[in-house]
């Protein structure tokens, strides 16, 4: 992102220079998927794809917000707000979620950019969400503390926009740090920073298919894992074992199927932080390959597109495993593809994908990048 570009916006716009600048990355999962939800274990990393905001504080309770990539703008008041429908509402809902915590706003006058793909399963919700936490501790003068920001922006998703996600995709966005991997207990909310592998790209692979009525179908999930725990007499699938799991039980098939893969992805995940502190790519490339199966199978939350484009990369002799990332029914699988070889691993899959289904794919490198920060002020 160009910063200056986003000031001669601000100027323009604002008639006044901006005093700062903050952004707020978008996230690929590596390996967890849907165990955020299960108090389990993810993995996520953020990618060098964010939300860039560049703003004033104001001397009243005003937010105005000019949206450089929609062409809107948004204003509201701190002191009553109400809910609407639309893009803002992400920054309506943390700053009501900030304030019910405690924290005093000032307004601001900002315009944000951003070019974290949207509905691709790649955060972008999440990005708006920490930049304008962000945001609003730069104009109001409170410290920046990554998993509190994470909690109130969720809660904002949970509770202002209606979806009912967990905690990764904020505390991805939240928390990373550049060159790492952040390996998440979603319980606890304990980090650690896991350094990828040397001589790896982590490949994006957009199906350019868009997941519809996705809210009903991650809901239904949601309480098909919690009967399960049920079940089980636990808190959270996260507190069955594999051992545990496989004595066998009394659940339905398809409750028995989606407690399947939450548990196996859980040891899944342990295994992929290990087998990455070892350096041992091959194997974590089977992980992402053996979740993948899991979540077509059990989970049952990928589309043809994404099975299709799955088999493309898992096909290229430089691609170590791949598979789906995100809430799934369309968006973006992820590869681990030798670096070396990134380049003509993109030109196959797009051609193979394009061969196959009929369908364009995007297709990203990236780089994992800081989580959100302040870029100036
Ligand atoms: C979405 C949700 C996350 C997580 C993933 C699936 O991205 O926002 O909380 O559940 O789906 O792993």
């Not at 953020?46 to 504080?57: C, F, K, M, T, Y």
């Not at 001397?59 to 917000?65: E, F, K, T, W």
């Not at 004595?247 to 199927?257: A, D």
Request: charged share 25%; proline share 2%; net charge negative.
């Amino acid at each position: 992102m160009d910063t200056q570009t986003l000031e001669r916006s601000f100027s323009a716009y604002f008639n006044a220079k901006s005093e700062f600048i903050v952004r707020a990355p978008g996230r690929v999962n590596l390996i967890g998927e849907h165990t955020d939800y299960n108090d389990g274990f993810v993995l996520p990393m953020a990618i060098d794809h964010a939300v860039w905001i560049a703003l004033s504080p104001r001397a009243d309770s005003q937010v105005r917000v000019r949206s450089l990539d929609l062409e809107v703008d948004s204003a509201f008041d701190l002191h009553s707000l109400t809910k609407g429908s639309g893009w803002q509402e992400y920054i309506k809902g943390v700053a009501y979620q900030l304030q019910k915590a405690g924290h005093e706003l000032r307004g601001f006058d900002a315009v944000m950019t951003g070019d974290v793909p949207r509905g691709a399963g790649l955060s972008s919700s999440a990005a708006v969400e920490l930049a304008t936490a962000y945001a609003f501790a730069a104009v109001s003068g409170f410290a920046w503390d990554a998993a509190q920001m994470a909690k109130i922006s969720q809660k904002a998703e949970n509770e202002w926009v209606g979806m009912n996600c967990g905690i990764m995709d904020q505390m991805a966005s939240a928390a990373c740090r550049e060159g790492y991997a952040l390996f998440l207990d979603c319980r606890t909310l304990e980090v650690q920073h896991a350094p990828l592998p040397e001589n790896i790209s982590v490949v994006i692979l957009d199906t350019s298919t868009r997941r519809g009525l996705v809210d009903s179908a991650y809901n239904e999930r949601r309480s098909q894992c919690e009967e399960a725990a049920r079940w089980f007499g636990v808190k959270a699938l996260r507190d069955v074992s594999v051992e545990e799991f496989e004595k066998g039980n009394g659940l339905s098939e398809v409750v028995m199927k989606r407690a399947r893969h939450i548990i196996t992805e859980n040891a899944r995940v342990l295994e992929a932080v290990n087998v990455m502190k070892a350096g041992n790519v091959k194997r974590l490339g089977e992980l992402f390959n053996a979740s993948h199966v899991s979540l077509r199978d059990d989970f049952e939350v990928t589309n043809e597109a994404l099975n299709q484009i799955v088999e493309c990369a898992q096909e290229q002799s430089s691609c170590y495993g791949a598979r789906m990332t995100g809430a799934g029914f369309g968006g973006c699988a992820v590869a681990l593809v030798r670096e070396e070889n990134a380049q003509e691993f993109t030109k196959a899959v797009s051609a193979a994908y394009k061969q196959r289904s009929g369908l364009d794919a995007s297709i990203y490198v990236c780089k994992a990048s800081e989580g959100a920060s302040l870029v100036k002020g």
